[in-house]
């Protein structure tokens, strides 16, 4: 079966850094889009990077020159290297898919608490 699993998350500093794995399996990783979203309290869940297949990337503004999204095929494993961090980064960090449709699950995420 489809599995997501994310890990690296924490509580961190602002200004400091966290580096979150997402181990997938169940799906051919190499050909697929993927993506980190996030979740803050009372906000619905947003898009924050994506890497395609092609290895090219996006970002929201938000995150735009302090985090970076990665992958690497022969593990099945998308990274997130999160640097400067701010209290606004605070959520709960999830991988998946992009479009996340595609698979209709998600995993437990891994939770980023940044004080201030």
């Known amino acids: 079966q489809v599995q997501l699993v994310e890990s690296g998350g924490g509580l961190g500093q602002a200004g400091g850094s966290l580096r979150l794995s997402c181990a997938a399996s169940?799906?051919?990783?190499?050909?697929?889009?993927m993506g980190w979203y996030r979740q803050a309290p009372g906000k619905q869940r947003e898009l924050v990077a994506r890497?395609?297949?092609?290895?090219?990337?996006t970002y929201v503004d938000s995150v735009k020159g302090r985090f970076t999204i990665s992958r690497d095929n022969a593990k099945n494993t998308l990274y997130l290297q999160m640097n400067s961090l701010k209290p606004e980064d605070t959520a709960v960090y999830y991988c998946?898919?992009?479009?996340?449709?595609?698979?209709?699950?998600w995993g437990q995420g891994t939770q980023v608490t940044v004080s201030s």
């Open positions: 998946n898919t992009f479009p996340a449709t595609k698979l209709r699950i």
């Open positions: 890497i395609s297949s092609g290895g090219s990337t």
């Open positions: 169940g799906i051919i990783f190499s050909i697929n889009a």
